[in-house]
C-alpha cells in the first residue's frame, strides 16, 4: 500500500500540529504555575509593605519624640550657656584678684588637714 504525497504531507502537518499543540500545552500550564506563584509573591510583598508601613508610622512617632528631646537640650544648653556667663561676669572674674592670696592658703590648710588625719589614724 503506497501512500499518495498528499496522505503523506497530511501525517506530517498532523504530527506538527500535535507536537505544537503538545508544547503550546505545556507552555501554557507553566504560565499558569508562574502566574500562581507570582500571586504568591505578590501578596507576601503586600503583607512587607503594610509592615514596614507600621515601623514608619513608629519612626515617625519615635522622631517626633526625638525632635521634642532635641528641643529641650536646646533649651537645657541655653541655660547652662546663661549661668556659665554669669559665674564668669558676676562672681570669678572679681574674685581673680583674690586668688594669689587664696590659692596658698588654702594648701596650707590641706596641709594641715592632712597632718591631722595621719595623727588620727597613726594613734
Same mark, same amino acid.
Given at each position: %500500500? /503506497?501512500?499518495?504525497?498528499?496522505? @503523506?504531507?497530511? $501525517? &506530517?502537518?498532523?504530527?506538527?500540529?500535535? =507536537?505544537? @499543540?503538545?508544547? /503550546? =500545552? %505545556?507552555? *501554557?500550564?507553566?504560565?499558569? #504555575?508562574?502566574? #500562581?506563584?507570582?500571586? #504568591?509573591? /505578590? &501578596?507576601?510583598?503586600?503583607?512587607?509593605?503594610?509592615? &514596614?508601613? !507600621?515601623?514608619?508610622?513608629?519612626?515617625?512617632?519615635?522622631?517626633?519624640? =526625638?525632635?521634642?528631646? @532635641?528641643?529641650?537640650?536646646?533649651?537645657?544648653?541655653?541655660? $547652662?550657656?546663661?549661668?556659665? *556667663?554669669? *559665674?564668669?561676669? #558676676?562672681?570669678?572674674?572679681?574674685?581673680?584678684?583674690?586668688?594669689?592670696?587664696? $590659692?596658698?592658703?588654702?594648701?596650707?590648710?590641706?596641709? *594641715?588637714?592632712?597632718?591631722?588625719? !595621719?595623727?588620727?589614724?597613726?594613734?
Amino acid at each position: %500500500m /503506497l501512500l499518495t504525497l498528499n496522505q @503523506v504531507l497530511f $501525517i &506530517i502537518l498532523t504530527v506538527a500540529a500535535v =507536537v505544537a @499543540v503538545a508544547y /503550546l =500545552v %505545556m507552555f *501554557l500550564s507553566q504560565l499558569r #504555575r508562574t502566574a #500562581r506563584e507570582g500571586e #504568591r509573591t /505578590l &501578596i507576601k510583598a503586600q503583607e512587607a509593605l503594610d509592615g &514596614i508601613k !507600621e515601623l514608619e508610622a513608629k519612626l515617625n512617632a519615635n522622631l517626633d519624640q =526625638v525632635g521634642e528631646i @532635641v528641643a529641650h537640650s536646646r533649651k537645657a544648653v541655653a541655660g $547652662i550657656s546663661d549661668l556659665s *556667663l554669669f *559665674l564668669t561676669t #558676676r562672681i570669678l572674674k572679681p574674685s581673680v584678684r583674690f586668688w594669689p592670696l587664696l $590659692i596658698p592658703l588654702i594648701r596650707y590648710g590641706w596641709q *594641715l588637714a592632712k597632718k591631722r588625719k !595621719e595623727k588620727k589614724n597613726g594613734k
